[in-house]
């Protein structure tokens, strides 16, 4: 499923492809040291350092300039963005485990 995310630069919207990929998962774990599943729900920071990782990740995919360092984009991304990505997220789990049960 392709995702995006919406951040607000220089007062312009810009809208990046977000979703959840292999290569999302490796700089997770090259930026932090971290597997994606060691992220707790009330780690703000690795739960936004793995957004930012599935954008780089999404844009490479795509052939689009990403070179938007994580800290301008947490200031960028508002609340919202983050509470969307992790809904979405859940929503595309359910969908596996039941075509993986039927």
Do not use: H
């Amino acid at each position: 499923m392709k995702k995006q995310v919406k951040i607000f630069v220089n007062g312009k919207e810009l809208v990046l492809p977000c979703r959840l990929t292999l290569g999302a998962m490796l700089r997770f774990k090259q930026e932090t040291g971290k597997d994606i599943t060691e992220i707790a729900k009330d780690d703000v920071l690795n739960l936004l350092k793995f957004v930012w990782c599935c954008v780089a990740s999404a844009c490479s995919a795509d052939g689009i300039s990403f070179d938007i360092s994580f800290e301008r984009f947490a200031d960028c991304l508002p609340p919202e963005g983050l509470t969307e990505f992790y809904d979405g997220i859940g929503a595309e789990k359910k969908t596996a485990a039941k075509t993986v049960t039927q």
